[in-house]
């Protein structure tokens, strides 16, 4: 949960760390944004309204970290795109970063278990925001132990805060109902699953 909306902070371009602690949601936002974003514009504009449509692109930073050899995460990136679909993917990232249009997910950097490396890490992410115009980075992280790494970039920091008992049961059943229901056929039997399904997975949650 965050006091401001994410596409609000993400309005204007430029680069955010979100940070929470275990739990609290980082990696599935990530997911999230991107996936709203790689629907097209008009899903995107339901979900987060006053966020303009980028390119999406996620990027575990343990990944960039322990695969990286001598490259910066603008390379890193590029090559990674080539691999996956081309140069046509490659090249449409280029055009899509050059534009400002490239919404770039950096997740976990507390995921970097070893501090010096995660050090590097957080020096690349650095240079990468120096570098990013006008496009948007979200950096998340767990609230422990960043001050270690902190980005040395001026970036606004914001906290996921944790769920409530309430937000976490309509988050379940609203997760359920929306890939559940077909499958399961009886919504009755859904509906008292779920409620069950609540109980153990808020209890899992908060402890």
């Known amino acids: ?23 609290s949601g980082k990696t599935t936002l990530v997911k999230r944004m991107a996936r709203s974003c790689a629907l097209g514009a008009d899903e995107l504009k339901l979900r987060y309204p006053l966020l303009p449509w980028c390119f999406p692109v996620v990027l575990p930073i343990s990944t960039f970290q322990t695969e990286r050899g001598e490259r910066n995460i603008y390379r890193f990136l590029l090559d990674r795109m080539t691999e996956l679909g081309g140069e046509i993917l490659s090249d449409a990232f280029a055009e899509r970063w050059a534009a400002g249009q490239c919404l770039v997910l950096l997740d976990g950097l507390d995921e970097v278990a070893d501090t010096a490396d995660r050090t590097r890490a957080a020096r690349a992410v650095d240079d990468f925001l120096m570098s990013s115009a006008d496009n948007r980075i979200v950096l998340t992280t767990r609230v422990v132990g960043y001050n270690i790494t902190r980005l040395s970039v001026p970036t606004e920091h914001h906290i996921l805060e944790p769920f409530s008992q309430q937000e976490i049961a309509t988050f379940i059943r609203q997760w359920y109902l929306a890939h559940g229901v077909v499958g399961i056929g009886n919504l009755i039997h859904l509906k008292t699953w779920i409620a069950v399904e609540i109980d153990r997975k808020s209890t899992r949650l908060n402890s």
Do not use: A, C, E
């Open 1 to 23: 949960m965050l006091f401001r909306s994410i596409d609000k902070i993400l309005s204007p371009p430029g680069g955010v760390v979100l940070m929470g602690g275990p739990g």
